[in-house]
């Protein structure tokens, strides 16, 4: 105890030899708290190791649910740039001209003069029933028009500013907005200044003259007449 050490710490005092027992005695002393403590330092760092354990591991399911975000986000780019490269694909092999009925079969041609026309035919006439959808030729942005000589009309502007034109119609499918070639922007009919149901078909580059619409469907790859 205490009282021990404090009378063998009183006793070696005056004695010469006694100073190292003296010392010992102070380092017995200081020895004991120090028996004591590594044992609690011990308990305290194996603690932190524990908590620096738990830490790593909790460190590391972290990173590994990063890393799975990244992965995640790097296969979910690597998928929509792959979509933007097959949009781009589908775009380019996408037919930009298309003929305005599935019909190959002309029943009036451009330039032709006749009862019906006041001067000469200014476009084809596609003999089909009324109700027949009427597809695009080109891209383009829709207008509607009612004409009394060619009834109901589409219009398709092209980006290149050449219209087409669709006649006697029964309705407009499309009045307004952006189409692509080939999509169905109305149905045919006999309205108008019309002799019976067939599709008038015109074509004027920049909003002028009327071309020849056979010629320039040829031109671009397509033949309504086989
Ligand atoms: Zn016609």
């Known amino acids: 105890g205490v009282a021990g050490i404090a009378a063998a710490s009183v006793g070696g005092l005056p004695g010469t030899g006694a100073g190292g027992e003296t010392k010992d005695n102070t380092t017995a002393l200081a020895a004991a708290p120090d028996a004591v403590e590594p044992v609690a330092a011990n308990n305290a760092f194996n603690t932190q190791l524990d908590a620096l354990d738990a830490d790593a591991r909790d460190f590391g399911s972290r990173a590994s649910r990063t890393q799975e975000r990244i992965?995640?986000?790097?296969?979910?780019?690597?998928?929509?740039?792959?979509?933007?490269?097959?949009?781009?694909?589908?775009?380019?092999?996408?037919?930009?001209?298309?003929?305005?009925?599935?019909?190959?079969?002309?029943?009036?041609?451009?330039?032709?003069?006749?009862?019906?026309?006041?001067?000469?035919?200014?476009?084809?006439?596609?003999?089909?029933?009324?109700?027949?959808?009427?597809?695009?030729?080109?891209?383009?942005?829709?207008?509607?028009?009612?004409?009394?000589?060619?009834?109901?009309?589409?219009?398709?502007?092209?980006p290149d500013g050449t219209e087409t034109w669709y006649c006697h119609l029964s309705s407009a499918k499309i009045r307004s907005g952006s189409v692509k070639a080939g999509e169905v922007i109305a149905y045919s009919g006999d309205s108008g200044n019309s002799t019976g149901p067939h599709l008038h078909f015109e074509v004027r580059p920049g909003g002028g003259y009327a071309i020849d619409p056979l010629a320039w469907l040829r031109s671009h790859g397509l033949d309504p007449t086989s």
């Open 71 to 158: 992965d995640l986000k790097v296969r979910q780019a690597a998928e929509k740039k792959k979509r933007e490269e097959e949009a781009i694909r589908k775009e380019a092999m996408r037919p930009k001209f298309a003929l305005p009925v599935k019909l190959h079969r002309l029943s009036a041609r451009f330039g032709q003069s006749g009862v019906n026309w006041m001067s000469v035919h200014t476009g084809i006439d596609f003999p089909v029933f009324s109700g027949t959808p009427v597809m695009a030729a080109t891209d383009g942005t829709v207008r509607t028009q009612l004409n009394s000589a060619y009834g109901n009309m589409v219009i398709v502007t092209a």
